[in-house]
């Protein structure tokens, strides 16, 4: 990392190689936050990190019930890791539905922190325990830490005036600092954040504060084990942390510059791509421009107009939108615009599970508008790629004239991991001419190929001379005039099916990393990028020969594909979905597949994902 702390000193510690903590708590007990800083100082402090927040689908669910359970992991190790982690090996449990919602997934003899205060009668009715689990020998094969956060921290706060619900607010800091004392988190960084947020309200920042020093002297008072994680050996550079969303946003942001456009984003707020229009909207220094639409119908019109007039033009949903945003998206493919359409896909059908993850978009973006409209469609793969896929889009649709579907999901969009920030100089340029004035005596013809890539003239409104219809009614060929004559709109069909195909020709080969006779390869797309490595990673220590490959571009796909997937005797694509790519594989190569499907709205483990693969290589 850029800069690195040293931990506490004076305490002898036990040094571990990597820990897996989630917290967990009611929606309002501040865990998102809680992990959120943690993971900061973690990644300031040098260790390899990958978070998972898990957030309530509800709004504002009951406080105290399962529904409004929040919770929070982090993986931090001292060397490269792929994933947060199967399951914790820490639990903080700030009330009885967070230790129920949670308590399985806890690793035996794993290590338990419970606020005693919240376990009273009526929290423990509203779960469904009809005795107190810390009194009824329940959680004998764990390690159980009984602390009464709510009561020590209102005692740590009472000098700073805050009031009682304001007090009881800032436990979640008391158990940042306990965790802190035990995993040797400095706490200084937090510190300065907790005044800075708080510069305007100096009483919250003293509560929390107190509370935050008041859970690290526990901590140590108390004699709690006490661990030391070094931290990881990464390659030079300045790092930060970094969510999918955040990248994305900046990856767009870095597109506008390389391509001279200025940015439009129109979009309508919804779970879990709202944030890339947060984001967005605090960089109009950059030029971006930002419009929260009054619905997804209307964000696409927006972004069909802003390309039509000349800019980078984006618009952002999940997969309800997706469906709402179909038309336009057609339109924009008779029109032969540029433009990206970014689906953070999350579980459905309908509104589903609108806060958890999901692969499930796929098809619909690779078939999902009316006619025979194809487009190009890019993947991110982990939280730092969706920067890379976000420039990487926008170059395909600048340079082949095309709307392009970008796929990521809600487990890249919330998760974290340290990112190495890329010198600006080592950006591609992505700019493109626009259409100039046509010779004297010439008209414009707004359908005229390149040679190429098949794309045809972007021309600027209001540029003289290069006045042009447009609209959804088919075009004839060169000219663009309107055209009812069935051999043209055959013809227009392959050309837009050929620009496509012609996007084949520069995508990068689809790399694969393959053991010596290794009979078998993973092929995956998307968010199970860790997983699979992880897995992977398990197989070879076992001394079991394996390949694997991930697929960026889905459509079309690298053009090597085929003779790398025909290489081995079996393909296995693991996928949160119900076997989409596997369709998509057996239709273009007509190889066989076999899928590793779960559809539990959660990431793969590594693990699961091991033993599923142990009896495909051994069968």
């Known amino acids: 990392m850029s800069t690195q702390i040293a931990p506490p000193e004076g305490t002898d510690r036990k040094e571990l190689d990597r820990v897996v903590i989630r917290f967990a708590g009611d929606s309002g007990d501040g865990m998102q936050l809680t992990g959120d800083r943690f993971t900061s100082v973690s990644a300031v402090f040098g260790n390899d990190l990958a978070t998972m927040p898990d957030y309530p689908a509800e709004i504002r669910a009951p406080a105290g019930t399962l529904a409004g359970v929040s919770a929070f992991q982090i993986h931090f190790a001292d060397f490269d890791i792929l994933t947060p982690g199967d399951q914790p090996s820490v639990l903080v449990a700030m009330n009885p539905a967070a230790l129920k919602a949670n308590l399985k997934d806890l690793i035996p003899g794993g290590l338990l922190i419970v606020n005693t205060d919240a376990f009273d009668n009526n929290n423990l009715e509203k779960v469904g325990y009809t005795e107190n689990p810390l009194t009824d020998g329940s959680l004998a094969g764990f390690q159980v830490y009984e602390i009464p956060m709510t009561t020590m921290t209102v005692e740590s706060v009472k000098d700073t005036g805050v009031n009682k619900k304001e007090a009881e607010r800032s436990k979640n800091m008391f158990a940042l600092g306990v965790i802190s004392w035990m995993y040797s988190r400095p706490l200084e960084p937090t510190i300065a954040w907790l005044e800075k947020k708080f510069a305007k309200k100096p009483h919250l920042a003293q509560a929390n504060v107190a509370a935050l020093k008041a859970g690290h002297a526990f901590g140590e008072t108390a004699e709690l084990s006490a661990f030391e994680i070094k931290p990881a050996t990464l390659a030079p550079g300045t790092y930060r942390r970094i969510t999918g969303n955040q990248a994305l946003a900046y990856g767009l942001i870095a597109a506008s510059v390389q391509s001279k456009l200025p940015l439009f984003l129109a979009s309508y707020p919804i779970t879990p791509a709202s944030d890339i229009l947060h984001e967005l909207s605090r960089h109009k220094n950059f030029g971006v421009r930002t419009v929260q639409a009054e619905d997804e119908i209307a964000a696409a019109g927006m972004m069909v107009g802003a390309a039509f007039a000349g800019h980078l033009a984006i618009t ?34 309908s509104t589903g599970l609108p806060t958890k993850t999901e692969q499930s978009d796929l098809l619909h973006a690779m078939y999902g508008r009316h006619g025979e409209a194809p487009l190009p469609i890019v993947a991110a793969y982990s939280p730092t790629s969706c920067f890379w896929a976000g420039i990487e889009a926008c170059r395909i649709a600048l340079k082949y004239m095309t709307p392009v579907i970008l796929l990521t999901d809600g487990y890249l969009a919330n998760s974290a ?203």
């Open 316 to 349: 952002t949903t999940s997969g309800p939108g997706l469906d709402l945003k179909s038309e336009s998206i057609g339109l924009a493919v008779s029109l032969e615009l540029p433009m990206v359409i970014v689906d953070v896909q999350r579980g459905g059908p």
């Open 417 to 619: 991991e340290p990112w190495r920030v890329p010198s600006v100089d080592k950006l591609p340029d992505i700019s493109i001419p626009f259409a100039s004035q046509p010779n004297a005596g010439e008209d414009f013809w707004p359908y005229l190929r390149d040679e190429t890539t098949l794309a045809r003239p972007w021309a600027i409104p209001g540029t003289p001379g290069l006045e042009h219809r447009v609209g959804g009614l088919e075009k004839a060929d060169g000219t663009g005039n309107i055209s009812y004559d069935p051999d043209n709109h055959h013809l227009m069909t392959q050309l837009r099916a050929a620009k496509i195909k012609a996007i084949e020709e520069e995508v990068e080969p689809l790399e694969f990393d393959a053991d010596e006779d290794a009979k078998v390869i993973i092929l995956g797309w998307g968010g199970t990028y860790g997983a699979i490595g992880a897995a992977v990673r398990r197989l070879r220590n076992r001394g079991k020969p394996i390949a694997r490959a991930h697929l960026k571009h889905l459509n079309p796909f690298p053009k090597n594909t085929g003779d790398v997937l025909r290489r081995f005797d079996k393909v296995v694509i693991p996928e949160i979905n119900t076997g989409q790519l596997s369709r998509l594989i057996r239709a273009e190569f007509l190889i066989d597949t076999i899928g590793i499907n779960k559809v539990r709205a959660l990431p793969f483990r590594a693990g699961d994902l091991e033993q599923e693969l142990l009896k495909i290589m051994e069968s």
